[in-house]
């Protein structure tokens, strides 16, 4: 890893390797995480300007958290909510935000630290192509039409959202990764 950026590795292609002076957790085999239930809280669905245009591409917006009171020894429950945001100057066919609760166990107890990166990242991107084919399936059975979302940029979220936790965690990475510092990770190609 040089300072002006990620490393881009030839196995498997386009896969980014990350500072390995940005801090992690334990790896997801080495604490074995694992996804035991997912909830869906809540479903906010409202019309919106117009719903006669034909289908639009959308960003969605995710939030992990680690519920309050969740960490224990054996697991914890991480929360995510979502909105769906439309391009400026698009008239929004519909206005759209949820959560999911999810449930995780492990073989090894987990640090508050480690807990709080596993839900603000691996939630949400365990989660997003499911919440990508929810406002698919609701909006099309609201509107007559649906509305995309733009596929999650894996490598650039994690990357963005580690920085952002080891910034709010004061841990030095100030040899860290360079770049697109977006954290949303949206794709945004068309």
Same mark, same amino acid.
Request: charged residues 25%.
């Given at each position: 890893? *040089?300072?002006?950026?990620?490393?881009?590795?030839?196995?498997?292609?386009?896969?980014?390797?990350?500072?390995? &002076?940005?801090?992690?957790?334990?790896?997801?085999?080495?604490?074995?995480?694992?996804?035991?239930?997912? &909830?869906?809280?809540?479903?906010?669905?409202?019309?919106?300007?117009?719903?006669?245009?034909?289908?639009?591409?959308?960003?969605?917006?995710?939030?992990?958290?680690?519920?309050?009171?969740?960490?224990?020894?054996?697991?914890? &429950?991480?929360?995510?909510?979502?909105?769906?945001?439309?391009?400026?100057?698009?008239?929004?066919?519909?206005?759209?935000?949820?959560?999911?609760?999810?449930?995780?166990?492990?073989?090894?107890?987990?640090?508050?630290?480690?807990?709080?990166?596993?839900?603000?990242?691996?939630? #949400? #991107?365990?989660?997003?192509?499911?919440? &990508?084919?929810?406002?698919?399936?609701? *909006?099309?059975?609201?509107?007559?039409?649906?509305?995309?979302?733009?596929?999650?940029?894996?490598?650039?979220? #994690?990357?963005?959202?580690?920085?952002?936790?080891?910034?709010?965690?004061?841990?030095?990475?100030?040899?860290?990764?360079?770049?697109?510092?977006?954290?949303?990770?949206?794709?945004?190609?068309?």
């Amino acid at each position: 890893m *040089t300072p002006e950026g990620p490393v881009q590795s030839d196995e498997p292609p386009n896969r980014i390797i990350l500072e390995a &002076r940005l801090p992690k957790p334990p790896s997801v085999s080495e604490c074995g995480l694992q996804l035991v239930k997912v &909830r869906l809280v809540s479903v906010i669905l409202g019309r919106g300007d117009d719903a006669g245009d034909p289908p639009v591409i959308a960003t969605l917006n995710c939030v992990g958290v680690l519920a309050e009171g969740s960490l224990i020894e054996t697991g914890f &429950r991480a929360l995510v909510t979502w909105s769906v945001d439309f391009p400026d100057g698009v008239r929004s066919p519909v206005s759209m935000s949820g959560k999911h609760e999810l449930e995780f166990t492990v073989k090894e107890a987990l640090s508050q630290a480690s807990a709080e990166y596993y839900a603000e990242v691996n939630s #949400v #991107v365990l989660l997003y192509p499911y919440v &990508r084919q929810l406002v698919d399936e609701l *909006t099309v059975k609201s509107l007559g039409r649906n509305v995309m979302i733009r596929p999650l940029d894996v490598p650039q979220f #994690v990357t963005g959202r580690t920085r952002q936790w080891a910034q709010r965690h004061k841990i030095n990475q100030s040899e860290g990764a360079s770049g697109d510092d977006r954290s949303d990770g949206q794709d945004t190609s068309e």
